[in-house]
T-cell receptor
Framework: AQTVTQSQPEMSVQEAETVTLSCTYD???????LFWYKQPPSRQMILVIR??????QNATENRFSVNFQKAAKSFSLKISDSQLGDTAMYFCAFSRTQGGSEKLVFGKGTKLTVNP | EPEVTQTPSHQVTQMGQEVILRCVPISNHLYFYWYRQILGQKVEFLVSFYNNEISEKSEIFDDQFSVERPDGSNFTLKIRSTKLEDSAMYFC??????????????FGPGTRLLVL
């Protein structure tokens, strides 16, 4: 069974600075997807970024980028130029690419606070 | 941009009552999911649905739960006899492409269920 671990329950960062959220996962699959979802106080789940395991290049979306280390099974999220609106819970998630429904397996989340 | 919608946004019910949570997935998506999030905990997979049948379900999804796509647009989750521990946020998701992007799961805003 796949597991996702987020070892930082809470983090804080000053506005305009950079912060990195950690995520590790365990799987025997070779092909899979990894995601970061953001959950603001409204509790909506918003996709931040997605990475295909077969791609060596790290995904980027504007101020958000990942450091994907497949051998180490590590998938960290870097937020540059942090903004107050980035304050939220961040969930790392895994899904298989085949042989199933591609359900998402989530970590427990990291609560990020951006301070003015 | 098309979105997943869910109704109601909040529901309060008495223990033992039946509840039906409704979702309208994005129209060209083919895979549908229900997840739940107990307050303060991680998001957990309940069930996935494809081609009018369940493709995968978790241990949580016992005989008290059922899903249905009654009319080709709505996707419902029914809890037959609610328990206190069913109190949670329930998220619907659909998987597919949106606005030319990559295939991924898009979440609705959630239904907050409180069982008294």
């Amino acid at each position: 069974a796949q597991t996702v671990t987020q070892s930082q329950p809470e983090m804080s960062v000053q506005e305009a600075e950079t912060v990195t959220l950690s995520c590790t996962y365990d799987t025997s699959e070779n092909n899979y997807y990894l995601f970061w979802y953001k959950q603001p106080p409204s509790r909506q789940m918003i996709l931040v970024i997605r990475q295909e395991a077969y791609k060596q290049q790290n995904a980027t979306e504007n101020r958000f980028s990942v450091n994907f280390q497949k051998a180490a099974k590590s998938f960290s999220l870097k937020i540059s130029d942090s903004q107050l609106g980035d304050t939220a819970m961040y969930f790392c998630a895994f899904s298989r690419t085949q042989g199933g429904s591609e359900k998402l397996v989530f970590g427990k989340g990291t609560k990020l606070t951006v301070n003015p | 941009e098309p979105e997943v919608t869910q109704t109601p946004s909040h529901q309060v019910t008495q223990m033992g009552q039946e509840v039906i949570l409704r979702c309208v997935p994005i129209s060209n998506h083919l895979y549908f999911y229900w997840y739940r999030q107990i307050l303060g905990q991680k998001v957990e997979f309940l069930v996935s649905f494809y081609n009018n049948e369940i493709s995968e379900k978790s241990e949580i999804f016992d005989d008290q739960f059922s899903v249905e796509r009654p009319d080709g647009s709505n996707f419902t989750l029914k809890i037959r006899s609610t328990k206190l521990e069913d109190s949670a946020m329930y998220f619907c998701a659909s998987r597919g492409r949106r606005a030319g992007g990559r295939e991924t799961q898009y979440f609705g805003p959630g239904t907050r269920l409180l069982v008294l």
